[in-house]
């Protein structure tokens, strides 16, 4: 009896353990690593390198110059790289970029340290000469190959699309200021006042090189107590058709004292550039209460 019994209490030994093993792991195959398999490790956060934005205008023109057969246009197209990833680019890391007019190349380099920290960026600009009339609509679109492990590469790319007329317009872009408001917060160094300001392109045209405007806060006629410049912080007049928002703030200390009403005001420079000035003023007025 007891030679028969032997087998009969292993096999109980063994049943008892089988919970133990498999809280341990060593019952399951799918826990045990495969030879070269690598190991899952820390997150590690990426860099992401974005084209944020993508256009081009008319630098310079030969069209209707005597004596010239074939007259072309000299256009400038620029966009902006940015690292909107968690971690900085890599020190030396390249980019290759490729630019194309209507589907076919026209630049192809490679650029390093165009970007450093998370929120630094870069714009690029390639200047292309174009025969007049000889495409109805131009596409220009800019890809960004870097040579690191990113976060995305799905955008990596931006276009824009315009056409002749866009470059060749009645006069200047026109530019109107379509909505004005205010507001203030109180910190500890006092009260200070935000303005936001919304600029439309109501025309087929692009600005003109070298054009810019000043956005006053005026609380009489040609009585300013706030300025802004357009081209402050990388910002640019609008392009045909859309609106840019423009967002500054001045200080109590900065503002005359007392309640008052102020306009928005767009002066452009040279004032000829914008051929519509009776929609350059705002057409809302907002109270400064300004007790200081």
């Known amino acids: ?87 900085p680019c890599p020190a030396g890391g390249s980019y290759h970029i ?58 990596n790319s931006a276009s824009c699309k315009g056409y002749e007329g866009m470059l060749h317009g009645f006069g200047g872009a026109d530019f109107a200021i379509t909505e004005f408001t205010s507001s203030f917060v109180d910190g500890p160094a006092g009260r200070t006042f935000y303005f936001v300001v919304k600029v439309r392109n109501n025309s087929l045209t692009y600005q003109t090189i070298g054009t810019t405007a000043n956005i006053y806060i005026d609380r009489a006629e040609h009585t300013h107590v706030a300025t802004f410049r357009t081209d402050q912080g990388g910002q640019r007049l609008p392009d045909p058709l859309r609106t840019t928002t423009f967002t500054f703030s001045s200080k109590s200390s900065e503002l005359p004292p007392g309640s008052y009403a102020v306009r928005a005001v767009l002066d452009m420079d040279p004032r000829e550039h914008d051929p519509v000035p009776s929609n350059n003023t705002s057409s809302q007025s907002v109270v400064i209460r300004n007790a200081r």
Not at 35 to 45: C, K, L, W, Y
Not at 135 to 153: D, H, N
Request: proline share 9%; aromatic share 8%.
């Open 98 to 155: 490729v630019v194309t007019r209507n589907g076919v190349g026209i630049a192809n380099s490679t650029a390093t340290d165009l970007l450093s920290a998370r929120g630094s960026s870069f714009t690029y600009s390639f200047i292309d000469t174009i025969v007049h009339g000889a495409a109805k609509e131009l596409t220009y679109r800019i890809t960004v190959t870097p040579g690191f492990v990113q976060a995305s590469t799905a955008n």
């Open 1 to 87: 009896m007891h030679v028969r019994a032997l087998p009969f209490a292993a096999a109980a030994a063994f049943l008892v353990a089988l919970p133990v093993l498999a809280q341990t792991g060593q019952m399951s195959p799918r826990n045990v690593p495969k030879p070269g398999q690598p190991q899952p490790g820390p997150f590690r956060p990426l860099p992401d390198v974005e084209v944020t934005a993508a256009h081009f205008a008319l630098v310079s023109t030969q069209l209707g110059k005597p004596g010239v057969e074939f007259p072309n246009d000299t256009v400038r197209f620029t966009a902006q790289l940015k690292n909107v990833g968690l971690a």
